[in-house]
C-alpha cells in the first residue's frame, strides 16, 4: 500500500531495478520477491494480473481506444474503462474524440500528444487494478497539476505504486524514497529524513 519513488542520475539503475518485479528480466544474483513468493514462481499470467507497467516510452496500438484498454483486462466493460480512464484523467480526452471509445488510435498513438498517450498508457495499466503498479517517469510529458490529480487519485487506491520520477513535486510526498547510484540503493527514507541527512538526496 506505499507510496514508493526511486530517483537517481541516468544510468543509476532505476529501469533495472523496477523491470525485475515484472519479470522483464531476472536478478543475475539474490531473488525478488512479490508478496513473499519468489517472482519466479508465479505463473506469467497471474504476475501480469498483480503488477500493472507503465513504461518510459507509452506505447498504444493500431485499433480502437477501447481495443487498447481491453488489452489491460479483455473481459472490461466501458463501465471498468471510463473508471480507470477517470482515475488517469483521461476521460474527457477520449468523450472529446469522434465515437468516443470506438476512436481509432493510429499505430503506436501518433494521433495523441505524449501526455495522452501517458494518461491512456496509466488508465490500461489500472484495467486489471493492480496490487502493485509500476510507473517509470510515466507523468514526465505532462503538467505539474495534471501529475498531481493523477498522483492523488493512485493513492486512494489500496495499491502499492512504485515510481521512477525526477520532479521534487513527485517525490515529496512519498512514503519511501530510494536514492539510486551505480546500481546501489545508497539512501532510503521520507523526503524529510533525507534532507535532514544531508546526503546524496
Not at 529501469?15 to 519479470?23: A, D, E, G, K, Q
Not at 500493472?52 to 483486462?73: H, T, Y
Request: proline residues 1%; contains cysteine; negative net charge.
Amino acid at each position: 500500500g506505499d507510496y514508493v519513488t526511486i530517483i537517481g542520475h541516468n544510468g543509476s539503475g532505476k529501469s533495472t531495478l523496477v523491470n525485475l518485479i515484472p519479470r522483464f528480466y531476472d536478478a543475475s544474483n539474490g531473488h525478488v520477491s512479490v508478496f513473499g513468493r519468489d517472482v519466479k514462481e508465479y505463473g506469467r499470467g497471474e504476475l501480469n494480473r498483480i503488477v500493472g507497467v507503465v513504461p518510459q516510452k507509452a506505447v498504444l496500438f493500431a485499433g480502437s481506444i477501447r481495443d487498447n484498454m481491453k488489452f489491460g483486462n479483455e473481459n472490461a466493460t466501458d463501465e471498468e474503462i471510463y473508471h480507470a480512464l477517470e482515475l488517469a484523467q483521461a476521460k474527457e480526452i477520449v468523450e472529446k474524440k469522434e465515437g468516443a471509445l470506438d476512436y481509432m488510435v493510429e499505430q503506436g498513438g501518433k494521433n495523441f500528444s505524449g501526455g495522452q498517450l501517458q494518461q491512456l498508457a496509466i488508465a490500461r495499466a489500472l484495467m486489471n487494478d493492480p496490487a502493485i503498479l509500476l510507473l517509470d517517469e510515466a507523468t514526465s510529458s505532462m503538467d505539474l497539476v495534471l501529475e498531481r490529480k493523477i498522483l492523488n487519485n493512485l493513492k486512494r487506491r489500496s495499491c502499492t505504486c512504485v515510481i521512477i520520477a525526477h520532479r521534487l513535486s513527485t517525490v515529496r510526498d512519498c512514503d519511501l524514497i530510494l536514492v539510486m547510484r551505480d546500481g546501489d540503493v545508497i539512501e532510503q527514507g521520507t523526503h524529510e529524513e533525507l534532507l535532514a541527512a544531508g546526503g546524496a538526496y
